[in-house]
């Protein structure tokens, strides 16, 4: 059974860091593109940073040289690294991996920017 379960997400104050991490189970992520979406209230769930599975990135426009996406294949994980956190970034965060035209993800986590 694929399940991808969130971690590290919680209430931070602009200028924090978070690091989000997404431990997949029944898949090894290695092998497939892995992303982060998000949705913030009101808003469209939108990609918010991809991997391939030959280690392409890509990044939303909105946080490029904040975040930063990765694998880590031993402990079959993606991680995304969230720095210089912004109160535009509250959202749910989910992980998530296309195969074949079928999308798998997590639960969300909610990652709330405020002071």
């Known amino acids: 059974q694929v399940r991808f379960v969130e971690s590290g997400g919680g209430l931070v104050q602009p200028g924090g860091s978070l690091r989000l991490s997404c431990a997949a189970s029944g898949i090894s992520v290695r092998l497939y593109n892995t992303a982060w979406y998000r949705q913030a209230p009101g808003k469209q769930r939108e990609l918010v940073a991809v991997i391939s599975s030959s280690g392409n990135i890509n990044y939303v426009d909105s946080v490029k040289g904040r975040f930063t996406i990765s694998r880590d294949n031993a402990k079959n994980t993606v991680d995304l690294q969230m720095n210089s956190l912004k109160p535009e970034d509250t959202a749910i965060y989910y992980c998530?991996?296309?195969?074949?035209?079928?999308?798998?993800w997590g639960k969300g986590i909610l990652v709330t920017v405020s002071s």
């Open positions: 998530n991996v296309r195969l074949g035209g079928l999308d798998f």
